[in-house]
């Protein structure tokens, strides 16, 4: 069993729907969790990080940690095309505090004009 | 303000052959990561070098190695390569020393026939 699950899709929504992504994890030492997107081809684009239990907004993204039930989320509030793309979260151990980032395996999004 | 930048963008490789990629990281960013990324899954985690040391190795066998240079550029090599080894390769700079933020170059696909 893989650390951090993410279902790999495709998800497919139309414009302007919200897209809701999630992962879950198996180890309770996970503290720091971030969501990246990546193009086809291109390297991971950073879109957000959260430290802990909680919420975080920036835009129209929308980042959840659930640390009671091991679980991420991130929601996308009025799709573009242009977020067609795949979503990978990824977590840091405490113990790896310096960095040593893990990942899902993504979700690829397709958003239908 | 320049991103990560990689280099060679592409690389076609025979089994056996050794390869040496390459990393400069965003302009004040000390730590860089290496993570290598099979077609459909997530980056793996490879190496990270901050200040030019070590920090941290991930689960790859001895082939692989890397070096940090005084102006944080890096290297990553590989030696006696194999089919698997064929991904695309990514580095990730990261400014703080704990980091968190890590962001990424746009890879060096490599392709051992």
């Known amino acids: 069993q893989k650390e951090v699950e993410q279902d790999p899709g495709p998800l497919s929504v139309p414009e302007g729907a919200i897209v809701s992504l999630n992962c879950t994890y198996s180890?309770?030492?996970?503290?720091?969790f971030m969501w990246y997107r990546q193009y086809s081809r291109k390297g991971p684009e950073l879109l957000m990080y959260t430290y802990s239990s909680g919420n975080k907004e920036d835009g129209r993204f929308t980042a959840q940690v659930d640390k009671s039930s091991k679980y991420i989320s991130l929601f996308i509030r009025d799709s573009q095309p242009s977020d067609s793309a795949t979503y990978l979260c990824?977590?840091?151990?405490?113990?790896?505090?310096?960095?040593?980032?893990?990942f899902g395996a993504g979700t690829q999004v397709v958003v239908t004009p | 303000d320049a991103g990560v930048t990689q280099s060679p963008t592409h690389l076609i490789k025979t089994r056996g052959q050794q390869v040496t990629l390459r990393c400069s990281p965003i302009?004040?960013?000390?730590?860089v990561s290496w993570y290598q990324q099979v077609l459909g899954q997530g980056p793996q985690f490879i190496f990270q070098y901050y200040e030019k040391e070590e920090r941290g190795r991930g689960n790859f066998p001895d082939r692989f190695s890397a070096r940090q240079f005084p102006n944080y550029s890096s290297e990553l090599n590989v030696n006696a390569l194999l089919l698997g080894d064929s991904a695309l390769y990514l580095c990730?700079?990261?400014?703080?020393?704990?980091?968190?933020?890590?962001?990424f170059g746009p890879g060096t696909r490599l392709t051992v026939t």
């Open positions: 990730a700079s990261s400014g703080d020393r704990e980091n968190y933020e890590q962001y």
């Open positions: 990824a977590m840091i151990l405490t113990t790896d505090s310096w960095g040593k980032l893990q």
């Open positions: 302009s004040g960013h000390k730590s």
């Open positions: 180890n309770s030492a996970f503290q720091y």
